[in-house]
């Protein structure tokens, strides 16, 4: 096996993704307090699921997974 070697990095960004108890606490904590921005969300039955926020050239992912049902 012959290994290429590297010319360079591929990997433009890596995002943290956390699951988080109650996401409304969440972003409240993130945008109010630390200045991130809500850029992409994902909403189900009204309810904020999912959300990437993004501060400068810093991201981080936020996702609430359901309690009850077969999703929990």
Request: hydrophobic share 50%.
């Amino acid at each position: 096996m012959t290994l290429v070697p590297n010319t360079g990095a591929n990997i433009k960004q890596a995002v943290p993704f956390f699951a988080v108890a109650n996401i409304e606490e969440s972003v409240r904590y993130y945008v109010d307090g630390l200045g991130f921005k809500m850029t992409k969300q994902w909403v189900v039955e009204g309810k904020l699921r999912w959300c990437w926020l993004l501060q400068v050239d810093a991201a981080i992912m936020l996702q609430e997974f359901p309690k009850e049902g077969h999703a929990a």
